[in-house]
């Protein structure tokens, strides 16, 4: 899924018009949570592990709704779990990472929610 979020404003700077273009290109986007993991792994790949992110990223991303993201175990493998809803990253004592795939949804929202904070951004410049 390719997901273009776009906002064009004509602003006044310095007597020129300059065009601001905001886009937001992504296939998946995943957020970083230290000494943790998901709970469930994703529905059948409990037992498919990877040896690197991207890997585990791409399988993830392919599998759509059913992984909800990437933990790394203690031994270094990356695998697919199943996000239940909010509360599913539990807190790791063995130093595990885990990686959410953030829903477009989520990602359009939070794309629109700094609009107003590139529009006041740019007033400050003129």
């Known amino acids: ?20 273009s905001v886009a937001i ?4 986007v995943y957020r970083i949570a230290f000494n943790t993991f998901i709970e469930t792994y994703a529905p059948n790949n ?5 040896d ?7 399988a ?3 599998l759509k709704p059913t992984c909800g993201g990437i933990t ?13 809803g909010p509360g599913s ?14 829903e477009s949804e989520d990602l359009t929202r939070s794309a629109v ?3 107003p904070d590139l529009a006041s951004l740019i007033s400050g410049l003129q």
């Open 72 to 84: 790394r175990e203690p031994n270094g493998d990356y695998t697919l779990r199943q996000k239940s």
């Open 52 to 58: 690197n992110l991207s890997s585990a990223q791409t």
């Open 113 to 115: 929610e700094l609009l």
């Open 1 to 20: 899924v390719i997901m273009k979020v776009a906002c064009v404003g004509l602003y006044a700077f310095l007597g020129f018009v300059m065009r601001v």
């Open 89 to 102: 990253l539990r807190k790791s004592i063995t130093g595990e990472v885990s990686w959410e795939k953030i």
């Open 46 to 50: 409990e037992r498919t592990a990877f």
């Open 25 to 28: 290109e992504a296939s998946a």
């Open 60 to 62: 993830c991303s392919n």
